[in-house]
């Protein structure tokens, strides 16, 4: 261990920038994926938890129809289809129940992600209501880019996979793209060292 603290140390030395981004980068992948794991267990559990009356409420925009690998669905920046069995019955998984799971677990998991990546990720000390109003802006901005791709991927995926795979599926989606971007939203929202006066 102590090798190691040692070879960081003269690499640090050395390169001061590339181990800020090893650092930041690494503390970054750690807590994303930490809330990641948040959000899988949101998305396993809280559609059933609000049951079939709410997976079987149709709640989308823009509603555009669309035929893809023979699966008839419904392309939506916000929110997601009905999804059925083969004997047409209401399954979990879509609906307003999918949607209302989705937007809790991200937003959870934002809650939890922010202080963990403004604090001790990137050790911001910037105006708060600033950051914090980015950081919303750029959550609702990332969610509706990337729901739009997820409801392609809950569409299809629901059909042909089993629920805890697919639901691995939309959390390496929704967590994993969104992780990209937020990290460039991050070095921007969140610079390090004292706010300005």
């Known amino acids: ?4 603290k040692s070879w960081w140390g003269n690499f640090a030395d ?3 920038s590339a181990a800020k981004w090893v650092r930041e980068g690494g503390l970054f992948l750690i807590f994303s994926n930490l809330v990641t794991v948040v959000q899988y267990i949101i998305y396993a559990f809280l559609p059933n938890l609000l049951g079939l009356e709410l997976a079987g409420t149709e709640w ?10 023979g699966i008839d669905f419904t392309w939506n920046a916000l929110g997601y289809d009905v999804l059925y069995n083969e004997a047409g019955e209401v399954i979990i998984g879509g609906g307003l129940g999918y949607f209302i799971a989705m937007l809790v677990g991200s937003f959870l998991a934002q809650c ?11 050790r911001s000390h910037g105006n708060i209501p600033w950051q914090i109003m980015w950081y919303v802006i750029a959550w609702a901005v990332i969610t509706v880019v990337v729901n739009s791709i997820n409801c392609v991927w809950v569409a299809v995926a629901s059909q042909l996979l089993p ?32 706010a300005k006066k």
């Not at 261990?1 to 190691?4: D, E």
């Not at 939890?112 to 990137?122: A, G, K, V």
């Not at 989606?173 to 070095?187: A, D, E, N, R, T």
């Open 1 to 4: 261990m102590n090798a190691l």
């Open 14 to 16: 050395k390169h001061p």
């Open 60 to 69: 989308s925009w823009p509603a555009l129809p669309v035929s893809l690998f």
């Open 112 to 122: 939890i992600n922010f202080p963990l990546q403004r604090n001790i990720t990137f």
């Open 163 to 194: 629920g805890w795979l697919y639901n691995i599926g939309t959390t390496v989606l929704m967590g994993g793209i969104s992780m990209v971007i937020f990290f460039f939203v991050f070095k921007i929202i969140f610079p390090e060292g004292e």
